[in-house]
């Protein structure tokens, strides 16, 4: 397998082995690593990439962290068609405070997706055997890109450098099922000192079978509880089924469902994020520590090809919620509280239709 680091072209790998409950198979394993940098200002965010063979596709199941909390505050992988920049290093992120002489730029230039996050001293991901992210060779995933955010630099005052990052676990033998991210998330606005609801829902329009299996929340300051939902008709009521549900304020890394379930074509995702500001001042959604975001990451595998779409966002409020969009029996207690176990019976669908 080849990769390009910085214009190196590597080839020889670690091979690990990588074990589950069901199988023991032998793996590859790359450090995709920051290139020892020293930041110089508190909220930096770096990104370096890795450019993956274009002429063999390769089969990613795991992420091993390589990084500790009191030098990373979290970190990110990235698919990417191309990535923000050509450096090696350059200044990324939501909040970026740009390091003088490293470039500014995106995470990626074109064809970005999320594929791992990783905070607070979070345990490897393994994926379910047999799923895989598809990388290189005709896939859209060209590049990975790794970001790191470091909170705080007093660790580097010494002229101590950093080596954090992701060794990626994978195979060149063809996986049965691929996996696949689907973000959602909303724009919108918070008033000063309320609680408000910022919702957001699509339908599923591919004729795919798709089996959720982690997911990620992301919100600012202000976020009490995001959570994700299946939702379905039956007839003309709506039955919800919680995917997971989080405080967006814990360590933002990837957590396994709540429920085994599964969404095909005509089913609906939908996501809620309940924000409560104390603000004297309108809070809207935007990249700065000042501004509010709300994201819901649906982590999941198919038997086939990936989603092609790969968010579901909304204007948010004032102008969209869930009633708006014509949803029913919409459980906003369960919806808005951290409490696991809110029952169809509960949310009042009739007993025919349990």
């Not at 990626?168 to 724009?187: D, H, I, N």
């Not at 919806?335 to 509960?346: C, M, N, Q, V």
């Amino acid at each position: 397998m080849s990769w390009c680091v910085g214009g190196i072209v590597f080839s020889l790998l670690v091979v690990g082995i990588l074990s589950s409950d069901a199988s023991t198979e032998s793996f590859k394993k790359f450090p995709l690593l920051m290139p020892h940098v020293k930041p110089e200002r508190a909220e930096t965010y770096f990104c370096t990439p890795i450019r993956i063979d274009p002429t063999q596709e390769y089969y990613v199941t795991a992420f091993q962290p390589n990084a500790s909390m009191e030098t990373a505050h979290h970190m990110l992988l990235y698919g990417c068609e191309t990535p923000g920049s050509d450096q090696d290093v350059w200044n990324c992120g939501e909040m970026a405070l740009a390091q003088p002489g490293i470039t500014t730029a995106p995470v990626c230039g074109s064809g970005s997706q999320v594929v791992y996050a990783w905070a607070k001293d979070a345990p490897k991901l393994v994926l379910p055997d047999g799923v895989a992210f598809k990388v290189g060779g005709k896939t859209p995933i060209q590049y990975i890109v790794l970001q790191v955010h470091y909170a705080s630099v007093e660790k580097f005052k010494d002229g101590s450098t950093d080596d954090s990052g992701v060794f990626l676990y994978y195979t060149e033998t063809p996986q049965p099922k691929s996996a696949g991210v689907l973000l959602m998330g909303t724009g919108g606005r918070i008033n000063p000192k309320s609680v408000e609801y910022m919702e957001t829902a699509c339908s599923i329009e591919e004729d795919k079978v798709l089996h959720p299996f982690a997911f990620r929340t992301h919100t600012h300051g202000l976020g009490r509880v995001v959570s994700g939902y299946k939702v379905s008709r039956e007839g003309s009521f709506d039955r919800w089924e919680l995917i997971g549900k989080k405080d967006p304020q814990l360590p933002q890394m990837f957590y396994p469902v709540a429920n085994d379930l599964v969404l095909r074509r005509g089913d609906k995702v939908a996501a809620r994020c309940t924000m409560q500001s104390k603000r004297e001042r309108i809070t809207r959604v935007g990249s700065t520590n000042e501004d509010e975001m709300c994201n819901f990451y649906m982590m999941y595998w198919t038997d086939n090809t990936v989603l092609r779409k790969k968010t579901c966002f909304t204007l948010g409020p004032p102008f969209y919620f869930w009633t708006r969009d014509g949803l029913n029996n919409i459980p906003d207690a369960d919806a808005s509280s951290l409490a696991i176990g809110t029952s169809a019976k509960e949310q009042g669908i009739p007993s025919h239709q349990i």
